[in-house]
C-alpha cells in the first residue's frame, strides 16, 4: 500500500501494524470534507487517515471491552502554533472506516494543509459536548481545554477519551498522512467486589451508591503526560462541575448477592484535605448489604483513599481502575445511604487498589507483550514502607538493580517468589495474588532503612522480557514531606487524658509537653511533622450505644463520627467504654493502616468491654493491683520488634531502667502474644513478663496499664513541664509516640 504508520501511542504489534498496513483505508475514496466550523476556503487539502486505539491493551480480570475501547465518533480540532502558542482554527469530522484488529478503529478526515506547526486534539465519544460549547476561531488551547465537557449521569458505553497529534512540520497534501494515536480514556473505572476473608461475619451485597460524582467530564485534560504513552498525574475538573444533586444507584437482580459491582464509571475528582469537607463533600461509594442474618439493608462508606503515592484521599484519576476489595465485615453500617455517605467508613475493611490501566508502558513481541503500570514507584520514608506495581506478560521476565552509572549490578532474578536487593536501600519482589489472571504478576518494592534526610532517596530497578528492556525509578520519599502533616488524637477525659486545649488531669500533662515540644514533635523537630491535634470525648458519651433511646442513639453516632475522624484513639481511664462503641474502634482501626489505638487497661472497669473484645483475638488477659510485682517497673529485655523503642530518634534507652509507679493499681499481662512487643514490665525477679506497656506493632495497638505513667511532678523519673526530653522513660514515651507518628504518615 505504501502507507507509513507513524505510531504516536508507543510500540504496536506486528500483528497489529501488519492489520493496519494490510487493511488500512480500504475506503479510502469514500471521504467527506472538514466539519461545518472548517473555514471556506479553497487552499489544497490533506487526506488524513487516523487509527485510534484506546488507552492499553485489556485490564487483568473481567472488562468490559467494548463500552471501554469501543470509539463511535472522533472530532478533530485543529490548532496551529501562532507567536508561540497554539490557536484553535477549526473542527474536522472523522469518517469511520472500520477496525483493524484488537482495540484499533480507522478513521478519516480531511484537513486544510499548513507550514505552520500544528496539534490535533482527537475527542473521541464526545456525546453532548459540542452541542453546549462551539469553540470559536482564535481560542486558545487553555480555553478549549476548560469548555469542551460532555455532561455525566452514569454511563455504561461510550466512554469520552482524548489523544493529540504534534506536528512540528505542519501538514503536507502530498505526504502520507497515516497516524496512530492512542487515546486516553476521561472517566475512571472503580469495581467493588465481594472477597470476605475467613474472619469476617456474613455479609450480602445489596445495594451500590455513587455519591457526590461531578456533573460534568473535562474531554481534554490538563496533561496527558506522553501522547505516545498518556497517563495523568492529576484530576482535570472543570471549573462549571458540580456533584450531582443525587446520588447514582446500582441494585443487583431481584434476591441475588452478586460476588461484585462491575464496572462503574465515574468523572475525575479532586482530593479534598479538610477532614470536615471530606465527609461531606467527597466523592465516595455507598455499599448497602445485609450484615449476618439481617433482613434490613445497613450501609456502609468506602473512600478513595489507598493510601498509595500520589492518590491523596478522594481523588478520582481518568483512565484509572479502582479496584475495592471487601474483605472483612465487622459490624452492622448505617441504617441509610446518607448517613453512611456523611461519616467515616465503618464497620467494613475494604482494600482500594488504584490500577492504572497499562498504558504507561505495553511492549509486544509477536504474540507476547510485556507491559508494568508505572515507571515510578514511590514508598514512604518509614523503613519496611512498600508500593507495588503491576506487571502483564506472556513471557517471562527477569528484574535487576542498576549502579548509579546505570551499569547493571548484582544477579537478575525471575519467577514469582524471586527477591533482589540493592544494597540498604531497597528489595523489589515479584509476587502474584491469589485471583490472578495467569500473565498478571506485581512488583513489590520495600524500603529497607528509614530515610532521615529532607531528601527522597533513589534507585533503578531494570526490568527485561524478550528483546525489551526498560527501567523503572524507585524513589522512596524523604521525612521532609511531612514537616506539615497534623496528627489528629482523641482521648477520653479521665485519668491520663490529653485533653484538648490543656490536660484537664495531671496524668496526661507530661506526655503532653514532650508532644508540644517544638523540639520533639514539629517541622523542624527530631519527628519532622506539622504537629498534633487534640479533641477530646466524655467518659459517658463512651458508654453510649446504638440501640438505647433516641438520645442514647444520638449520642453514639455522635461518638461514632468523631472516632472516624481521628489518627489515633487514646483510650485512657474511661470507665466502661460500651461494646458497641468498642465494636466502632475496633472496626476504625481496622479500616486503615495509618491509624493507632492506644489502650488504658489501669484497673479492671477499665476499657474492660474493649480488652473482651481484644482477647477474644488472641491479644491476652489483663489484670490489675499487681502489688506482688514491687512498687517499680522496667524497660523490658529486648526482643524482636523492639529496636524502634528502645533506640528510636530521641535516644537509647538503658537496659532495665527503672520507671515509678504512682499508686498500688495498674494493669498487666502476662499471656500476651508473639505480635506484642513488651516495653514496660514488673521490676521484680520473675515477673519479667508482666507487661505494663507494649504494642502490637502489626495491629497497631499500644497498651497502656497505668494512667500515671505521664504525670508531671510526680514520679521520679519524669518530673518534666516544658517536654524536655532527658531521662529513660521520656526517651521511651517520645520514641512511642515517634513510632506512632509513623505509622499514621507513612506510605502504605
Known sequence: ?????????????????????????????????????????????????????????AQPGTRAADAESGISEVAVLVFEQTDGAYVYRYRAEGERLGTAGGNATQFQAKLIRSDKPMKLMLAANYGDAFAAYAPAAGSGEAEVREGLCRSYSGMTAGLPMYG??????????????????????????????KELAADSAPFRFGALYIYRANDRIR?????????????????????????????LKTLPADGADPASFEPVYLPEALSIADPVQQLTAA???VVGGYYRDATELSYYRIDFDSGAAGHPFGQVLRNYKYVFRIIKVTGAGWPDPESAATSESTGIVAEVEPWADFTTEMYFEGENYLGVSSRKSVVGYAAGSRDTLNVQATLPYTIQWLDASGTPSGSA????????????????????????????THLVFTALQKNTAAADLSATLRITGGSWSFDVRVVQEGVGKYAGRFIRVLSVAALGDLGATVPTTAQGRALRYILENPANFSPEGKVPIGGFAFVR??????????TGGTADKGTFRGVKGLINAQDVVYLSYNTSISTELAQVVLAWLEGSTHRVLIVGTDTGGTNANLLTLLKAKGEGS???????????????????????????????????????RADGYAGYCSDYPASVVPL???????????????????????YLGDANLNEVGRLSTQANTDGTVSSDFDRLTANLWAWIAEQVVRNG
Open 680 to 702: 514496660v514490665v514488673g521490676d521484680k525477679t520473675g515477673y519479667d513478663r508482666y507487661m505494663v506497656v507494649g504494642v502490637n506493632t502489626a495491629r497497631r495497638i499500644v
Open 413 to 440: 532474578v525471575s519467577g514469582v517468589g524471586a527477591t533482589v536487593s540493592n544494597g540498604s536501600s531497597f528489595t523489589a519482589s515479584i509476587v502474584r495474588k491469589t485471583n490472578d489472571p495467569k500473565d498478571v
Open 622 to 660: 489483663w489484670s490489675y493491683d499487681i502489688a506482688a510485682i514491687a512498687n517499680m517497673f522496667k524497660r523490658a529485655a529486648p526482643t524482636a520488634g523492639s529496636d524502634p523503642f528502645f533506640n528510636g530518634p530521641f535516644g537509647a534507652v538503658a537496659a532495665n531502667a527503672t520507671i515509678a
Open 164 to 193: 493529540e497529534i504534534v506536528l512540528p512540520d505542519g501538514l503536507n497534501a502530498s505526504a502520507d498522512n497515516d497516524f496512530t494515536v492512542r487515546m486516553l480514556r476521561g472517566v475512571a473505572r472503580a469495581d467493588v467486589v
Open 1 to 57: 500500500m505504501g502507507n507509513k504508520i507513524r505510531t504516536y501511542a508507543g510500540r504496536m504489534s506486528r500483528r497489529a501494524a501488519a492489520l493496519v498496513l494490510s487493511c488500512l483505508f480500504f475506503a479510502g475514496a469514500c471521504t467527506r470534507d472538514a466539519g461545518a466550523d472548517a473555514p471556506a476556503v479553497q487552499d489544497e487539502r490533506a487526506l488524513v487517515r487516523l487509527t485510534v486505539l484506546a488507552s492499553g491493551p
Open 219 to 247: 474531554m481534554i485534560p490538563d496533561d496527558m503526560g506522553d501522547p505516545s504513552a498518556p497517563k495523568v498525574a492529576a484530576p482535570s475538573v472543570p471549573s462549571s462541575a458540580a456533584p450531582l444533586a443525587a446520588p
Open 537 to 546: 470525648t466524655s467518659a459517658s458519651e463512651m458508654q453510649a450505644t446504638g
Open 283 to 285: 466523592t465516595c461509594l
